[in-house]
């Protein structure tokens, strides 16, 4: 084989590579989204901690309203196509940020 024949060889052998990296990404490999938790509950949990240390709201009633809020949490999450990890976990950025879809799905 001449020059002109393994270079056809390697540039096709290098496309077919592309091609596969390329079709694996977009339809076989899990999205990755991201929902940063923190910030989900921080709002919530602040207002609600100062209603019991006013006595406006009691222990019973807070740990009520934040389990119903971890189980809308979780049902949201759930409901998420991919793989779904909490943000401050992760490391690095171009991941989709879900967390807004969760904020809104609370305050339903």
Known sequence: MNKKEWGAVVMLVLLSNAATMFLTKKYIAPQIKTVDLVSVLEDERKNDIKSVLDGNMTKE???????????KVN???????????????????????????????ISK
């Not at 009633?61 to 189980?71: D, L, Q, R």
């Not at 049902?75 to 991941?95: F, N, P, R, Y």
């Open 61 to 71: 009633a807070f740990v009520e309203k934040h389990n119903a809020i971890a189980e």
């Open 75 to 105: 049902t949201i999450i759930s409901e998420q196509d991919g793989v779904v990890l909490v943000k401050q976990c992760v490391v690095g950025d171009g991941h989709e940020d879900i967390t807004p879809v969760v904020k809104a799905g």
